[in-house]
């Protein structure tokens, strides 16, 4: 069974930094893409982030560029994301997912505000 | 960027009706398009995916059928367990985009 547990969310102050952490069972974790996609509370669903399966190419969404960082470990079947400078608007659901994507986790929350 | 645009933003209909929900991309997306559907509280489930394939597990009742720019999600016959949001999702190219939902509702 294809199990994803995010963890890592919580309050957090603007400006400050968060990793999330999406942890991977039940499939070949290296044989997949991985995304992290949000949901600001009673909005809809926002792509964030992309990474292939070696690693090599990762893609963002353009407000989070050059803030946030995803990054995997294929040994550890572990998905990251490095969120730094955060805004209040980054404030949302974190979903991590698998695939095309088909398998999402549970998702955790990230409250940025001070 | 690629938007991605639903209608109706709101659906009611009645248990048995036969309801199609909308999807429209500002650019051709090569079928590159799936369909989710999220219940309050719980995270999105894939229903269809790259325009008109069934995901496993998903009843047949779901499909999906469009080309270029336009996508359309069929519930042949709505049942109550369907009250949902359904979002569509273009990954024909970056950044990949969602629309902004249909929020389907029964009579």
């Known amino acids: 069974e294809v199990q994803l547990v995010e963890t890592g969310g919580g309050l957090v102050q603007p400006g400050r930094s968060l990793k999330l952490s999406c942890v991977a069972s039940?499939?070949?974790?290296?044989?997949?893409?991985m995304y992290w996609i949000r949901q600001a509370p009673g909005k809809g669903l926002e792509w964030v982030s992309s990474?292939?399966?070696?690693?090599?190419?990762?893609y963002y969404l353009d407000s989070v560029k050059g803030r946030f960082t995803i990054s995997r470990d294929n040994a550890e079947n572990i998905v990251y994301l490095q969120m730094n400078s955060l805004r209040s608007e980054d404030t949302a659901t974190y979903y991590c997912?698998?695939?095309?994507?088909?398998?999402w986790g549970q998702g955790v929350m990230v409250t940025v505000s001070s | 960027d690629i938007q991605m645009t639903q209608s109706p933003s709101v659906l009611s209909a009645s248990v048995g009706d036969r309801v199609t929900l909308n999807c429209k991309a500002s650019?051709?997306?090569?079928?590159?398009l799936n369909w989710y559907q999220q219940k309050l509280g719980e995270a999105p489930k894939l229903l269809i995916y790259?325009?008109?394939n069934l995901q496993t597990g998903i009843p047949s009742r779901f499909s999906g059928s469009g080309s270029g720019t336009d996508y359309t999600l069929t519930i042949s016959s709505l049942q109550p367990e369907d009250v949902a949001t359904y979002f569509c999702?273009?990954?024909?190219?970056?950044?990949?985009?969602f629309g902004s939902g249909t929020k389907l509702e029964i009579k």
């Open positions: 997912a698998k695939g095309i994507p088909d398998y």
């Open positions: 039940g499939f070949t974790f290296s044989s997949y893409w």
């Open positions: 990474i292939n399966t070696d690693g090599g190419r990762t």
């Open positions: 650019q051709n997306i090569n079928k590159y």
């Open positions: 790259n325009t008109n």
């Open positions: 999702f273009q990954h024909n190219s970056w950044p990949l985009t």
